[in-house]
């Protein structure tokens, strides 16, 4: 038996089981007959089910779209996605550097502290959040929901991102001496 022999008996036979034909156990016996009694009076019952296969073939558009690789709005998350890991590591060096540099001195860590968050540039970072929610919805074909009269929701949230800012910066990074010392 080789290798199966020094294992637990009902592993070896989970294993050497796979893919057989089981009995049908009682569960499945009653979820079956409940089954065809749901079927004994639909009119598609013996009738095969229409296949709608029209809506995965790609148009010539997004075929040729597709091999120009990933389209601007993909390309511009991607940088925004880098630029915010870039600001939190400078900003987490940051702030460890003058919890060093004011131990001790609480006060006046939190006023130096917030003077760093307000004279911090997001610039470059803020363009493109700009630039990602004036073009988005177009770029992605968003579609409308016609009930909010706004654009639909892309996984549950807005597409919309908000510019970043010295908020931005104490809500990760808070003006509290102890939490930069411990983390440092």
Do not use: C
Request: hydrophobic share 40%; proline share 8%.
């Amino acid at each position: 038996m080789g290798r199966l022999s020094g294992m637990d008996k009902r592993d070896r036979k989970a294993i050497l089981g796979e893919g057989a034909t089981r009995p049908e156990t009682p569960k499945e016996r009653r979820q079956r007959a409940a089954l065809e009694a749901d079927l004994e009076g639909s009119p598609l019952k013996g009738r095969p089910l229409r296949a709608r296969l029209r809506n995965f073939r790609p148009s010539e558009r997004e075929y040729i779209a597709a091999l120009g690789g990933p389209l601007p709005w993909m390309r511009r998350l991607r940088q925004i996605e880098d630029a915010l890991d870039l600001h939190e590591r400078l900003l987490e060096e940051a702030w460890h550097e003058l919890a060093r540099e004011l131990a001790g001195q609480r006060e006046r860590f939190g006023e130096a502290w917030r003077a760093v968050a307000a004279a911090w540039s997001f610039d470059e970072v803020n363009d493109l959040v700009e630039r990602h929610n004036r073009f988005f919805p177009a770029e992605a074909r968003l579609p409308m929901d016609p009930r909010t009269r706004d654009f639909v929701l892309v996984n549950g949230k807005p597409y919309q991102r908000e510019p970043l800012g010295a908020a931005w910066i104490l809500e990760r990074f808070p003006p509290e001496l102890a939490l930069a010392a411990e983390a440092a």
